[in-house]
């Protein structure tokens, strides 16, 4: 399984090398910009835990070139909130936890449309790290087994005070999205991108809680680029 995940990031990795080193007779474009949104997020356990989706944001720069008509490369630093928020059926406790992740995903661009609207789609591995993150509850989670009904039967509790074990994170990125054109040097995109992590939060040897803990987020996001050449 592992080796499977490993062979998918290195085949993207590869499609956006070609990408950069194709040599056609169309004019380059360089691009600059910046974009920020929502993102929807949970974190995939093994075995599981009851989830409902985490809001939070996300804001970066983005860089883009594009080398040949209709396919290019974009290259982004972002900030982004990830977490989990569980789900208490029939109890008014309340949990979650928000992992902020400074992120680096490099994407093939590939593009369609006329001179004012474009549609396109966005793909490629992404790699993180973890600079925070941060706990909101309703209740004494390093001691709720001392809260008379608390309904611990039948569902991990673990993960409410477990350490962080891996900061690092990397997995694979895909969006589609639709940007106008103001005029030649400015665009405005509107794009919506999922991502899946391939590494774990928590230590996932035999004797440890969890065999995965995987990121899963989805992002909303309006951009602009400046065209710079």
Same mark, same amino acid.
């Given at each position: 399984m592992r080796l499977t995940k490993f062979f998918t990031l290195f085949l993207l990795c590869l499609l956006a090398h070609q990408?950069?080193?194709?040599?056609?007779?169309?004019?380059?474009?360089?691009?600059? $910009?910046?974009? +920020? #949104? *929502? %993102?929807?997020?949970?974190?995939?356990?093994?075995?599981s835990v009851p989830q409902t989706l &985490?809001? $939070?944001?996300? +804001? #970066? *720069? %983005?860089?883009?070139?594009?080398?040949?008509?209709?396919?290019?490369?974009?290259?982004? &630093?972002?900030?982004?909130?990830? #977490?989990?928020?569980?789900?208490?059926?029939?109890?008014?406790?309340?949990?979650?936890?928000?992992?902020?992740?400074v992120q680096l995903p490099v994407m093939t661009h590939v593009y369609f449309g006329?001179?004012?609207?474009?549609?396109?789609f966005n793909a490629g591995p992404e790699v993180g790290f973890m600079i925070a993150s941060g706990t909101k509850s309703n209740f004494d989670y390093e001691h709720f087994?001392?809260?008379?009904?608390?309904?611990?039967?039948?569902?991990?509790?673990?993960?409410?005070?477990?350490?962080?074990?891996?900061?690092?994170?990397?997995?694979?990125?895909?969006?589609?999205g639709i940007e106008w054109f103001k005029d030649r040097r400015h665009s405005f995109t509107l794009e919506g991108r999922f991502y899946y992590g391939l590494n774990d939060v928590f230590s996932n040897h035999k004797t440890d809680v969890f065999s995965g803990s995987s990121s899963m987020s989805i992002m909303v996001t309006m951009g602009y680029y400046y065209r710079l050449k």
């Open positions: 990408g950069l080193q194709a040599q056609t007779h169309y004019e380059a474009q360089i691009s600059v $910009g910046g974009k +920020a #949104g *929502a %993102t929807l997020s949970k974190v995939n356990f093994n075995p &985490l809001p $939070g944001f996300m +804001a #970066g *720069a %983005t860089f883009r070139y594009i080398e040949e008509r209709h396919f290019g490369l974009i290259g982004e &630093l972002n900030v982004e909130q990830r #977490g989990w928020k569980e789900k208490f059926e029939g109890y008014d406790y309340q949990y979650q936890r928000t992992l902020t992740y006329g001179n004012h609207f474009h549609g396109y087994e001392t809260i008379e009904g608390f309904p611990s039967e039948n569902r991990s509790t673990s993960q409410f005070a477990m350490k962080i074990n891996n900061r690092f994170d990397y997995g694979i990125s895909a969006g589609v």
